[in-house]
């Protein structure tokens, strides 16, 4: 069974600062996904990390695949109240995405004006 | 982008009577469909995958005949629960991509109460 961890667990910082969550796994993905997701809502995916190694952009986001594929971190500078949600990272088998995805336990952030 | 549409967004019903989700992809045929049930501030616990036209796969700890899916077109994915008990109470959501290595794309979600 393959796990991921997700750190921190919850998190409340002025607008503003930068911070980090980290995804960790012992098992290799295919890719890892990212999702926000606000109270009574479905998630929304932001990025999808395919390749060890990889890093991209949205916005203030960065998003980064750790070399062997087993680890993910997700960087916001500059956090704004809009950010606040509940973060999940989401990690494909070599299935792929239409074996179901292992989910991390979600960080719930909350930026505070 | 992909769209999920997820019915109804809220229902209320009473303890013992069955209540019917609806999960469907707009504007792409969803090869395979999932059901989360998301307890308050906690991360989504998947209940089962279903696949178009075959039996869905249910998770450990599901019961099966408890939580009906029946996922009979590229496009509509349907959770039944039946005999629903106050603990059934949750927010379930469902998701759908369209093939192996694609994203899954989320409904808005069902939040459940029953009582």
């Known amino acids: 069974t393959q796990l991921l961890e997700q750190s921190p667990q919850f998190l409340s910082i002025q607008e503003g600062e930068n911070l980090t969550v980290y995804c960790n796994s012992s098992?290799?993905?295919?890719?890892l996904q990212w999702y926000r997701q606000e109270p009574g809502e479905g998630p929304v995916l932001l990025v999808t990390?395919?390749?060890?190694?990889e890093v991209k952009k949205l916005k203030r986001l960065t998003f980064q695949f750790g070399d062997a594929r087993k680890d993910s971190s997700l960087h916001i500078t500059a956090a704004q109240p809009g950010d606040t949600g509940l973060y999940l990272c989401?990690?494909?088998?070599?299935?792929?995405?239409?074996?179901?995805?292992?989910f991390g336990k979600g960080t719930h952030l909350i930026i505070q004006p | 982008g992909a769209v999920v549409s997820q019915h109804p967004s809220r229902v209320i019903c009473k303890s013992g009577t069955s209540v019917k989700i609806e999960c469907r992809s707009l504007d792409f045929q969803a090869t395979t469909m999932f059901w989360y049930r998301q307890f308050p501030k906690q991360s989504l616990m998947l209940m089962a995958t279903s696949n178009e036209g075959s039996k869905a796969t249910y998770e450990q700890g599901v019961e099966k005949d408890k939580f009906l899916i029946n996922h009979a077109s590229l496009t509509l994915s349907t959770l039944t629960v039946t005999s629903a008990h106050p603990e059934d109470s949750s927010f379930y959501i469902c998701s759908a991509t369209w093939g192996r290595g694609s994203p899954l794309h989320f409904g808005n979600g069902t939040r459940l109460t029953v009582t």
């Open positions: 989401a990690g494909a088998g070599s299935g792929g995405g239409a074996d179901g995805l292992t």
């Open positions: 098992s290799v993905f295919s890719s």
């Open positions: 990390v395919v390749t060890g190694g």
